[in-house]
């Protein structure tokens, strides 16, 4: 809660709802979040200073904490099915999906009877079309089952785009969320994150500061595990809050069969703290935690300071071949052609220069791969920096030829007269700034592949498997 209160400047909070879970059958705490909300007003005219005025008030987040049903997972329903009155939690989130033309992304930190409740009510208030219109409308990540409504929901709704892990009940060290900070615990990745920054004494010097840091809790099991909810839809120029797939702070998920809207956990390959290459869903997210963790820290720093000087730092501003924002830049480019990539109109907000920043290239090959081997389906880019620019700003992409980046996949039983598909390659840029500690921002780059005129494609090799 202390983390999503130092980045609300990047959203627009429209609900807090105290909830059940497994863990707390029959009660909510609204008091709590109450509790943590008057700690922020503290802080708040300091946040404003380094967030642009773009917080949202003390008052705007006191009234809208809710609670929703106080009972456990399915017996919300079965309450709307007797004719009782909605939770007040529900009823705000009925309110919100119907007052929003685009997607409403609801985090799911506990169980999902909130959701189960307000739709139920929905279905029987309103017409198919309606129900439709409104279920279309939600983007739901919950933090694995912690009732028996998230399945539920899935199954009576399949139109909500719904994320969640699939393990075993209560198995949450194998959903990829625990990747926040729970290899210690869970025993998963060894070596490879970075665990020093995760730790209780990581916490006490940078986070728990202040009116605000002194809400934040030590560390009992895992550090935080319901914030890639909240950090899967930050505007950092990485996340792409309509495609799961594409990886981010949040992790990485893809649809649990052809079409579904169910997404479940993805992996990555990621060279961790030790420097050998791990494979699993946890990296997904781990694989950025020196960039969340120092953001955590470089906002607490903001609750601190009420000005703009050398004890607090800011976001690079990062501009790609002319184009400044947080959406993918899409670039249609010829196999086998070579392309550029410029960000040295990039800066430090701080400084108004671009020298001071640190830029790495690199390629997110798992997101177009349909298969475990990643390496047998998309072709490693070359990507060389241009030496005549220093710091790495200007690089010159390779795109491989046609026969590699533009196949025709074969497998057991697939018909001859498939044609050729082309890799949509995933460049991403990673810009950190010169403060303590440095924040990082990035951009997207997606490289859309066509074939050259008159090109003939060979069929890839057959991997045949029984």
Not at 28 to 56: C, F, M, W
Not at 104 to 116: H, M, P, R, S
Request: some cysteine.
């Amino acid at each position: 809660m202390v983390r999503l209160l130092t980045h609300a400047d990047q959203y627009d909070i429209q609900g807090l709802v105290a909830t059940t879970s497994y863990w707390l059958n029959d009660t909510t705490a609204p008091d709590e979040i109450d509790k943590i909300v008057r700690s922020y007003g503290l802080v708040l005219d300091n946040l404003q200073v380094h967030g642009h005025g773009q917080y949202p008030t003390e008052q705007h987040l006191l009234s809208i904490i809710k609670s929703g049903p106080r009972s456990y997972g399915l017996a919300a329903v079965d309450a709307v099915d007797a004719g009782e009155q909605i939770s007040e939690g529900a009823q705000l989130l009925i309110d919100a999906v119907d007052a929003s033309g685009e997607p409403l992304y609801i985090q799911v930190w506990g169980g999902a009877n909130t959701i189960a409740e307000a739709l139920r009510h929905v279905q029987l208030k309103r017409s198919r079309a309606e129900l439709l219109q409104f279920c279309e409308k939600m983007r739901v990540y919950a933090i694995s089952d912690q009732d028996n409504a998230g399945s539920w929901i899935r199954h009576e709704f399949p139109q909500i785009r719904y994320i969640a892990s699939v393990h075993s009940w209560n198995a949450y060290g194998l959903a990829a969320w625990s990747g926040i900070s729970g290899e210690s615990f869970y025993g998963f990745d060894d070596g490879g994150p970075d665990s020093d920054l995760t730790s209780n004494e990581w916490i006490k010097t940078n986070i728990q500061l202040g009116a605000l840091g002194g809400s934040y809790p030590d560390v009992m099991f895992i550090m935080e595990g319901d914030s890639p909810a909240m950090l899967f839809t930050m505007q950092n120029g990485l996340n792409a809050p309509e495609h799961p797939e594409w990886g981010g702070w949040g992790g990485r998920y893809a649809p649990t069969y052809h079409g579904s809207r169910h997404f479940a956990d993805a992996a990555d390959h990621v060279v961790g703290k030790s420097r050998k290459t791990y494979m699993s869903t946890h990296a997904t997210i781990w694989r950025w935690r020196r960039a969340y963790q120092n953001e955590f820290a470089a906002r607490m720093q903001w609750t601190l300071h009420g000005s703009r000087d050398t004890r607090t730092s800011h976001p690079p501003v990062v501009v790609v071949n002319g184009s400044c924002g947080s959406q993918p830049l899409e670039l249609e480019v010829e196999a086998g052609s070579s392309v550029v990539l410029d960000a040295t109109e990039s800066y430090d907000p701080d400084s108004g220069k671009s020298a001071a920043l640190n830029f790495s290239w690199w390629m997110y090959g798992e997101i177009t791969a349909t298969q475990w081997q990643v390496r047998w389906e998309v072709s490693e880019l070359a990507i060389r920096r241009v030496q005549a620019i220093p710091g790495g700003s200007k690089v010159v992409v390779e795109v491989p030829s046609a026969d590699k980046s533009c196949r025709a996949p074969k497998a057991l039983h697939m018909a001859d007269d498939v044609k050729p598909t082309c890799q949509a390659y995933h460049v991403i840029l990673e810009v950190s700034g010169p403060g303590t500690p440095p924040m990082t921002r990035y951009r997207r780059v997606i490289l859309k592949v066509k074939l050259p005129e008159e090109t003939n494609i060979h069929d890839s090799p057959a991997h045949e498997e029984l």
